[in-house]
């Protein structure tokens, strides 16, 4: 049990609400979400994803905060405050060339997302970006899909890396408090000099209550979404944890103020949140993307007809 | 930690949910809820109040489920199954003439809601239902404002009753995991003979989990609606109860079934569920009133005037 304000909250609604539209927030958003996630003391924001235009196939349709250029950040955020600075790459889609030192960026953190096989390569990419002078995280996702002795091998790359902190990843939503304790005692006893993270999907309506428990046993940098925009289910909602993470001190009023101005409108024109076939996905432990299409399909509210899918074998595809 | 199937689902769709509908549902809508709850092995289904419509003011409108007749119960469940039949009642608004003994009811329990300062009262309505030959179970209202001496004095009475079951009811929404943790504890502690029951409400998030936190800690009844449907940020999920509960058998497709065919049109047009003004009331403990009044205003959206009535003095009606 951590006593004393441990923990850091990142708020990823720019990076992983983008993946609900297509990243296509305005500038005004990004800069009034900022300003509000200073007010509330929220220690990171990320504010998008730091890959290559070039290295991912239709990505002209995207917003800037897909592909964050350096010098368009120093336009949007005009003066730094407290909160820090975050964006995601992914092994693969991003070019290293594309990352300046750290003094020469807006940006404080850059996380890398893996899955378990690609360890090895996550591990050189933040090898080179702490060189650069960033903080580093290595989110390792669809955890719940990953067999414990992969993970054992991996912790021993991973311990003797130099990454600052190791992410606790249910992309599927799929996981129950019970699972985040032992992943977490997992976790410290095989990296013991490692901080953690825990990124938490609400499929379940079970992305605060996991993210609450990760923190009650240790988990020091706590990811969230205000209003809990993002993929499928979307994530553990900002405006709660603020509210009531212990031992803390944010302000939960800032983050109501980007709840009103731009989160309830944006909900009425785009979609996340506990929906039927995101909550059947992730009772099955599975990729919610057969669910993304078929709620953008005309049976979207034919909630036994994607549990068939699911479950009767000759009915799925 | 309990091993095998020890938890038993009361389903509180029509009782709990018709706060949201004044009653409003169709002898078909029940009817086909009786036939799926029986399908996924649901315990049992709250069907409704047995309160006495004399004894409530505006009672006219209210559909027939807020005050239940054993004549018409025999017409809407016609054959009886697997899935036993519950009401509550509150105190004060009972008429004890209206209970019939239980072979010439359709009901198997009566639960008995009541504060703190009216346990006596309830006893003596428990006393009753129980020489009537029903199950009985005490359901303390808004626990989370329940004073811990108070508590453990009325524990001294409910111990020396005939009573089946204690509940602990988060009327408010406001309870977290930990909570639970350490008021099912204290109520085995000086309830050794009781069994025991969670009713859950929504407003932070935690109704799923904070119900599962009961079931963890030897909690036997847990409550719960479809789709979550009741009063205000509404209830655990049935739907994911059924499908998460450890070590039980209940069955997920027939209580989507039940969402498909009724509840997701229902949520069209009633509300409840996750909004804000909800999600203030239960940070802040209070009963939702204020925000189900804000949320039938003009102002619905503006999380930050409600934000500031509730915490700014001179605002705050």
Known sequence: MIVGKKHKIID?????GGLVNNWDFSVEFVQHLYKCL???GVDYMEIGYKNSPKLLKGSESSGPWRF??????QEVIEEKQTTKLSALVDIGRVDVNDIVPREKSMLDLIR???YIK??????ELV???????YESTLNIMALSNVKENQLIEAFKRISHSVV????????YGSLMPSDIQYLVKMFQKHLPSKRLGAHMHNNLQLGLANTLAAADHGVELLDCSVYGMGRAAGNCPTELLVGLLKNSNYSLRPVLDMVEKYMIPLRNIEEWGYLIPYMITGMFDEHPRSAMAFLNSPDRNMALQFYDML???NVKS
């Not at 690609?118 to 591990?123: F, S």
């Not at 090898?127 to 002078?133: K, S, T």
């Open 12 to 16: 990823c609604t720019i990076r992983d």
């Open 127 to 133: 090898q080179l970006f702490h060189e650069r002078g």
């Open 112 to 114: 890398v997302a893996c």
């Open 38 to 40: 200073n007010a509330a």
């Open 118 to 123: 690609d360890v090895d390569e996550a591990l």
């Open 68 to 73: 964050l250029k350096d010098d368009f950040l």
């Open 164 to 171: 600052d902190v190791v992410y606790i990843v249910d992309s």
């Open 311 to 313: 479950t009767v074998p």
